[in-house]
């Protein structure tokens, strides 16, 4: 199987299945003398771990993340990073039935057309498990970022119908230690408690019905420095929007004004310039951050779109793999949404993106090669 490796300088290779033995994800591209511990990754992997509420699977896993090299006396040795995390509360039995029929809204069909094969067992490589790998990586790659002064604010802006009142300006607005403490320390990480108790209220009239919800997860980085991204290719909108749809449940991505700019005129998306505190700035952030593929220095803001979990206990039509149709009622353990653990895999995700073109544009002038290794003479 190819395409489980992201990035060209950051790499990051998963590896892995939901019911087998574990997960987890190699690291290539690390510079050596970072600080990194496994409590350092294991508070993300925490976020998206299932249990946290009844509106996850409940699924008993622990996610504990084990550092299996790449570090040396508590600090990272450029050599490559291999992270596991052992599954632990497989019931493979609940998916025995999966084997001979293909689960409307999954892969197991086009899994299936592929390769001739699937592991039936959760979805095998295509179940939101293998997104552990992701989750650990980015988390190195946002201790990496923050030393660099730059940070993220993720969170859910909509849960079915529900969305919350705040734009990102009011939330930028905010202490981002506050804004930041709202949204973890809510069940469905959304930084606003009345939305929150309205959507969890929706998603228990699903629950009630069978079905389930999809929603929106809204990311915001800053302290991005303008200059970043290729201006062909490898933009940083378009690698950004690459990684975030690698993640299975992503049906959407937009950027800044995203689509409601095409009903706006130029005058109105335009991002004038001014000065402002010694250094060139836009006076609003209609284009999230990015023009031409390349940073511009304002916070970069962008949404994905995350479609309702497949896995219902309704009745639904399906067919054989011989082509028989049949009707299934999807039996086990899932996520009535995946909204809430899915913001920490978007966030890694931006983070892994990211690090990887900052990586890059170190060698994009000439001056800075030189003035790096004169440096060194």
Not at 146 to 161: D, E, K, N
Not at 222 to 243: C, H, M, N, Q, R
Not at 347 to 365: P, Q, R, V
Request: proline letters at 5%; charged letters at 20%.
């Amino acid at each position: 199987m190819a395409g489980s490796t992201f990035g060209k300088h950051f790499r990051i290779t998963t590896w892995g299945e939901s019911h087998g033995k574990g997960i987890g994800a190699v690291i290539d591209g690390c510079p050596a003398g970072l600080p990194l511990a496994e409590a350092d990754i294991q508070g993300f992997l925490d976020r998206r771990k299932p249990g946290q509420s009844k509106f996850s699977t409940q699924r008993n896993e622990a996610d504990a993340v084990e550092i299996l090299s790449g570090t040396f006396e508590g600090k990272t040795t450029g050599t490559p990073i291999s992270l596991a995390v052992y599954n632990k509360d497989q019931r493979s039995r609940d998916y025995g039935d999966i084997a001979s029929y293909y689960r409307p809204g999954h892969a197991d069909y086009t899994f299936d057309q592929k390769y001739g094969f699937r592991d039936y067992r959760g979805g095998g490589r295509s179940s939101g498990r293998e997104t552990i790998g992701r989750v650990a990586g980015g988390a190195i790659a946002i201790k990496i970022l923050a030393q660099l002064g730059i940070s993220f604010l993720t969170y859910a802006r909509a849960i079915g119908p529900v969305t919350v009142p705040q734009t990102p300006e009011m939330l930028l607005a905010e202490p981002f230690a506050e804004a930041s403490r709202r949204i973890l320390s809510n069940p469905l990480y959304m930084p606003d408690l009345e939305s929150s108790v309205q959507a969890q209220e929706y998603l228990s009239a699903c629950m009630e019905q069978m079905d389930s919800a999809g929603g929106i997860i809204e990311c915001m980085i800053t302290g991005v420095p303008a200059g970043i991204g290729e201006p062909v290719f490898d933009k940083l909108d378009a690698d950004l929007a690459k990684a975030i749809f690698s993640i299975g449940a992503v049906k959407g991505f937009e950027i800044g004004d995203g689509f409601a700019a095409a009903a706006s005129t130029g005058l109105e998306n335009n991002d004038s310039f001014e000065r402002k505190n010694g250094r060139t700035m836009t006076s609003t952030n209609h284009a999230g951050g990015i023009l031409g593929g390349i940073s511009n220095g304002s916070p970069i803001i962008f949404r994905a779109a995350i479609k309702p979990t497949p896995s219902v206990a309704s009745t639904q039509k399906t067919v054989t793999a011989s082509g028989e149709p049949i009707e299934i009622s999807i039996h086990g353990r899932h996520d009535p949404i995946i909204v809430p653990r899915a913001v920490v895999v978007v966030e890694a995700m931006a983070a892994l993106t990211l690090l990887d073109l900052m990586i890059e544009n170190m060698g994009a002038k000439m001056e800075e090669i030189a003035g790096f290794y004169q440096k060194h003479d």
